[in-house]
């Protein structure tokens, strides 16, 4: 009895540490084996506004530099301007020696090598592409032209595009499933995700999306579900990763949901959501579905990735200029680095660079690292109750790009943020940008212009306050959100 005993524990403790070194982390199959943390791995955000990709060490925590890919304002402005615009999606080789970096306003992707920072390589493809990633083979970049309607298939070895993959329009993000059978592709602009044979590039099955905004989409190890948010409606859609690919789940999970990626560690497989809105990430088990965690994590929550062990994932604070490390055994923030303006993808690069330093071609964040951010709360708010929109500030010289993360509204109604010369939001307002909320509740409000040093201003008579309100321009009810003192 006893020998059967220790033979029991034997094989339950090597079990246990067959799955540990075998867990597998996103996007690899589960069969592949955990890589711990180490100085060669680095962590990737693409910055919208300063136009750069910042380089974090993920084991000590700190930013190395960023890879400068084009200038802010007005420089960008020109039409002899060669850099590239709104840095955006990010995506990686399977080997970890190349990213593909998407940016929007200038149509482009640009192939950079981890090891040496360089950009390789530059394709310009349609209007408004949004992410990229690699098949599992190494072989094909695919890119979602959210602005067309066609997902552009590049060859990754001369980064040219070769063919071209139609779909319902504005396709949001492709992934694969793990065995490199399967693309998936969702929907920005319509309701509809569709599985593609990446071997034929034909579409082979489709899910119907509970509401149109599809940003982001992330397929387990074990190659059974595909995850994606619905960043209009703040919920989160699971579906059968193989045929008929059936809808397995639908979770609320709060206004301006964004990303979505897999951890798997010791306590099983989850799925851990950045929830904009609410400025927090929330965790959910890929078995049943529950709610594990909700993890406070700074303003506007948007990329998220796992370490290649799956000890830690790492969150891109796009309303604050910074990157989140938290630990998924405890699920607490366990260190916050400064980086470039308004973060939107990350990635997680395991053995980036294998030789060397890795710091050639790095720049210091100069103005990428320059912003101001703000608060607004409803005017009813009780005492100490959390903003219901965060606001930032990115510096462009003299001028800056305004982003409200704005929240606690009605749905589907016309709002306007402007500036008041008076602290309660009273008096007559200067419009700012007029918006249409989703059916949250909550929207991504932009401007442009030397607004820091009018609500900055030392002097009264110039001082400004913001301020939402109710309508437009052309006609508006009283204040609904005051700035923050």
């Not at 589960?30 to 910055?47: C, F």
Request: aromatic share 6%.
């Amino acid at each position: 009895m006893k020998r059967h005993f220790a033979r029991t524990a034997m094989a339950t403790a090597l079990a246990l540490t067959s799955y540990l070194s075998w867990a597998g982390q996103a996007p690899y199959a589960a069969a592949a084996p955990d890589i711990a943390i180490s100085h060669r791995d680095r962590v990737y955000a693409a910055e919208q506004f300063s136009n750069t990709v910042s380089v974090t060490d993920p084991a000590s925590n700190t930013l190395l530099g960023v890879i400068k890919l084009g200038d802010a304002q007005p420089a960008n402005l020109s039409p002899l301007y060669k850099g590239q615009v709104l840095v955006h999606g990010m995506g990686f080789s399977p080997d970890g020696r190349t990213l593909a970096v998407v940016s929007i306003g200038s149509n482009s992707v640009s192939l950079i090598d981890t090891a040496t920072n360089a950009v390789k390589h530059v394709t310009y493809i349609g209007r408004s592409p949004h992410e990229a990633f690699f098949t599992p083979d190494g072989k094909e970049i695919w890119v979602t032209v959210r602005g067309e309607d066609y997902v552009s298939v590049l060859d990754a070895a001369s980064g040219e595009e070769k063919s071209r993959i139609k779909v319902p329009g504005g396709p949001g993000m492709q992934i694969f499933s793990p065995d490199g059978r399967y693309g998936y592709v969702c929907s920005s602009f319509n309701p509809e995700t569709v599985v593609i044979g990446v071997s034929d590039h034909k579409i082979v099955g489709s899910i119907k999306q509970a509401s149109p905004f599809c940003p982001n989409i992330a397929a387990t190890p074990d190659g059974k579900q595909v995850w994606l948010t619905l960043k209009d409606t703040g919920k989160v859609q699971v579906f059968d990763a193989k045929p008929p690919f059936s809808l397995l789940k639908t979770l609320d999970t709060g206004p301006i949901t964004n990303h979505v990626n897999i951890v798997r560690n010791a306590k099983g497989s989850f799925a851990y959501v950045t929830i904009g809105g609410l400025n927090r990430v929330n965790v959910y088990r890929t078995d049943d579905f529950t709610q594990t965690a909700s993890i406070p994590v700074g303003n506007l929550p948007h990329g998220v990735w796992p370490s290649g062990d799956g000890s830690r994932v790492y969150v891109g604070l796009e309303n604050a200029d910074a990157l989140t490390a938290i630990d998924t055994l405890s699920n607490k923030v366990i260190a916050t680095i400064p980086i470039g303006q308004a973060p939107q993808a990350v990635a997680y690069v395991p053995n980036a660079v294998p030789a060397g330093d890795g710091m050639q071609g790095l720049q210091p964040l100069g103005i990428a690292g320059q912003a101001v951010h703000l608060a607004l709360k409803n005017v009813n708010a009780v005492h100490n109750a959390p903003p219901a929109t965060t606001l930032s500030l990115f510096d462009q010289g003299i001028t800056q790009i305004l982003q409200a993360s704005a929240t606690g509204l009605e749905p589907k109604q016309n709002y306007l943020l402007g500036l008041s010369p008076q602290a309660d939001g009273g008096g007559k307002l200067e419009p700012l940008s007029q918006f249409m909320t989703n059916p949250a509740g909550a929207a991504i409000v932009n401007a442009v212009g030397p607004i820091r040093q009018i609500v900055d201003s030392h002097h009264a008579d110039e001082r400004r306050y913001l301020v939402i309100v109710k309508g437009n321009a052309d006609g508006y009810g009283k204040p609904i959100q005051i700035q923050v003192r």
